[in-house]
Every structure is written in C-alpha cells, then in structure tokens.
C-alpha cells in the first residue's frame, strides 16, 4: 500500500510540475504491439488505484485488426465489452517524440488476466519465485532499418527498399560514424525512456543492427525489450526510416533474433547456475534448467517464434537453430551456455526472433527451464562442433510451420500447468488464425515459380 501511495504522490508531482492535461496509457496485445490512448490526467487520477475499462477487442484482433473468429473470448458473440485494466505503477517513463507526455504501462485485470502477456510472465515469474529463484534476463536484438518512409514503404510494395548502409558492414565503427545522427537518437531516445542499453552495433547484412539490452530482474528486462522496439520504430520514423524487426525480411541475409539471456539467484541473491568444481561450472540446478528448455522447446515455441516469418528464419546455416540442441559456446545450437564467473554463468536463449512478443518469449524460456528443475530433465550431452550436422531426433525436432507449432502447444502438457488453459487455448487460436490468413494469399515466388511453366 505504501508503494501505492509514494506512486500516486510521484506521479501527482510530475503531472503538476510538467502542467500536464494527458497522459498516454497503452497496454501489449498479444503480437507484442502497444495499444494505448491519451487520457486526461483528472480522469487518470480518479482511475489510478481501481483501475479503468479498455475494450477487450485488444485481445481479439491480429496486428492488421482482424477479428479472430476462431477464439470464444471475444468478439461478435459478446458485444466487445470494456475489460478491467490495472496500471502499472513502476512504468512512468516518455515516449520519444511526444514531448514530456508522461506515459504509463497497463494490464489487464479481471478474467482478462489469463491471456495479458505480461501477466502470463509475472504469474511464470512467480512460479519462479515460489520456488525459491530470482530471474535475471536480458535481450539483445537484431533489426532492419531502412531510408524509407511509411508512404513510400507502401507505394513501392515493401520491395526494393533502400537499406540504412550497403554492402558487408558488420561491427563497422565506419558505418555506425556515417550514421551517427540516427544511432545517437535511438541510444538518447532508449535513455530517456529508461531502457539501458549496453551496446548498439551495425550486424551482418545491409542495414542491420543489433542492440544489447542491460540485464535486469525478468519483468524488467521484458519491460525494456517491449519498449525497446517501440523507441526504435518511432526514432526511426522521426528521422525518414523504418526499422522492422520481421524474424526475416530478406532472402539473402540472416534472420532476425530476439536472443535472450537467463540466469536465476536464490532468495539472497547467489548465483543459482554455477558450480565452480561441476564441468562447464555448470550446477546441477543449470542442467535441469537446460533439460527442460530443450525438452519443452518444441512444445513452447509459437511463444518464440510467433509468426509465419518467423520459420523462415529457423533454416540451416543462417545463425538459428533447427532443433533443441544446446552447446557451451557454442552458437550453432538453440542453447548456449555461457560460463566464466558466478555473475555471468548463464543460459542464452538463441530460439527466439525478433518478432517475438518478449513477455511470451522469456516466459516461455523460464517456464521450461523451471519444469526441467521441478522434474530433474538432464539434457544429456552438449553438442559439439556444427549444430546443424547433428541429426535431430524425434524429441528435439523443431516445428517446421507456425501450424505445427500451434498444435504442440495446444497439447502440451506442461504448457497447460505453466500458463493456464485459457491461455493456451487463446494463444494456439491466435496463431492458427494467422496461419489461415497466410494461407488465403498467393505470393510473389509462387507465381515466379509456377505461372509460366505449369
């Protein structure tokens, strides 16, 4: 109640000092897009502690607003009523280019609450913490970014587009000094928002960076991930470009990760995960995390890998991996472990994308990783040398199609234990029915491939 209170005095004092009128709410969906409105700070005072109503359509529609009709929480059948959403009282920051607009991130509360991806990591989070664990997790991203704007995206059709930098241009202090201007406006703009980031670099691929996000408790590092693409796209626009964080937007380069790093501590903070005397330094505590990561890894990933881009990212060659393999330093495999110190033994997460909703995503990893310690999953060997070599097995075998993974995770078991059937349920449909709209469209290559000579 205290931390209540000192919120609401903080928040009064910035509203009176800044003579603000509004503020900005927003709320994720389940793609991972921000949702929100301005409200007039008379209301938002009135609502801050019993929370307000946001339609619940927010949780019906796909990242086009399309209406699910495949899923029984929403929709024509019940009118779209308000849902209850609580306001974070933590999340006080400004968005870039919206002035000192102070700006609040929300949930959603009530039967709404089974399916908020926030919620579904804070309930994993403590499932964690009923366990006797501390979660720290941090997310490194890499993007597209291209001189175009949102017109000319559109008139030339999403194709042909003119990337930030040409040619071979990786970790390039070169390219990140031509660009200077832009780089600096994403590292001022994620500081003023508060997302710390540790580093900021041009990848592999014309137009390609990467972004590494300081670790933090795991609401907190989720926190920063979400926020983090948002300040990316709107400094982005504010300068005539666009970046996307599609898993894959060019044939030719590698796709776009969301790659997420995890360790845990006990309740008085001591690393979890090394053993300075055990192979690799690796705990016993790490190798059931690790057992359970790759034994659930197939069930879990429409969590990671959300899209119907996303399994054009998850090829051979191409620095994502095919199957639940894990390696120590080893980046060929979809689980790294990453030893040296009792501050930085840890797990990196390499399955995800970057179109991930990172809630889904890190919930998904600790989910896992905690079933693998309360069933003591040893993962057997690491692998070594190239990955994607070594024959997947049935039980490491990765979905192939966002299809195939919605029907893993609807039958899984310990998905069910960890997140609820309603959210399952909803999930699974959400991403069926964005297969089914993949599936009512004839692309580019089929035509390429098919028109002339069938």
């Not at 041009?202 to 979400?226: F, H, N, P, R, S």
């Not at 995890?262 to 008085?268: E, G, P, Y």
Request: aromatic letters at 10%; charged letters at 25%.
């Amino acid at each position: 109640m205290a931390a209540a209170v000192d919120f609401k005095q903080r928040l009064q004092q910035v509203i009176a000092d800044g003579g603000h009128q509004f503020v900005k709410l927003g709320v994720f969906d389940m793609d991972g897009v921000l949702r929100g409105k301005y409200m007039s700070t008379s209301k938002l005072l009135s609502v801050l502690e019993k929370g307000f109503g946001f339609c619940d359509v927010v949780l019906g529609w796909d990242v086009a607003d399309e209406l699910y009709d495949n899923s029984s929480f929403t929709g024509w059948h019940t009118g779209f009523p308000d849902a209850p959403v609580r306001i974070v009282a933590d999340s006080l920051r400004q968005l870039p280019l919206d002035g000192e607009t102070p700006f609040l991130l929300c949930e959603f509360d009530g039967a709404a609450e089974d399916l908020c991806p926030r919620a579904a990591l804070r309930r994993t989070l403590s499932r964690a913490r009923d366990a006797g664990f501390q979660v720290r997790a941090g997310f490194e991203y890499e993007f597209f970014v291209f001189d175009e704007t949102s017109e000319s995206l559109r008139a030339k059709d999403y194709t042909n587009l003119t990337p930030l930098s040409r040619g071979q241009s990786g970790y390039s202090v070169v390219r990140a000094t031509q660009n200077s201007d832009f780089y600096r406006a994403i590292l001022e703009a994620c500081s003023a928002t508060g997302v710390p980031l540790e580093s900021l670099h041009d990848e592999t691929g014309e137009g390609v960076l990467e972004a590494a996000i300081a670790v933090d408790e795991g609401m907190k590092a989720a926190d920063y991930a979400a926020m983090f693409k948002v300040c990316t796209k709107i400094v982005a626009s504010g300068h005539g470009k666009a970046a996307t964080f599609m898993a894959k937007c060019n044939t030719d380069w590698p796709g776009q990760s969301g790659h997420i790093h995890v360790s845990l501590q006990d309740a008085s903070g001591a690393p979890v995960f090394f053993d300075k005397d055990a192979p690799h330094s690796m705990s016993t505590e790490m190798r059931h995390f690790i057992g359970g990561q790759q034994q659930l890894m197939p069930e879990f990933l429409a969590m990671a890998a959300p899209t119907i881009n996303s399994y054009s990212r998850l090829v051979p060659g191409f620095w994502a991996p095919t199957a639940a393999t894990w390696g120590v330093e080893n980046r060929t495999g979809a689980l790294r472990v990453i030893g040296g110190s009792a501050s930085s033994q840890r797990v990196e997460y390499r399955v995800a994308s970057a179109d991930a909703n990172p809630y889904l995503a890190l919930a998904a990893a600790i989910a896992s990783g905690l079933w693998g310690i309360e069933n003591q999953i040893d993962p057997g060997d690491a692998i070594e040398g190239n990955a994607y070599e070594c024959a997947a097995t049935e039980e490491t075998r990765l979905p192939a199609t966002l299809w195939d993974a919605a029907q893993r995770l609807r039958q899984s078991r310990a998905a069910r234990v960890m997140f609820g059937d309603p959210f399952v349920d909803h999930f699974a449909a959400t991403r069926e029915w964005e297969e089914q709209q993949f599936r009512k469209h004839v692309t580019d290559w089929e035509r390429r491939r098919y028109f002339e000579i069938i």
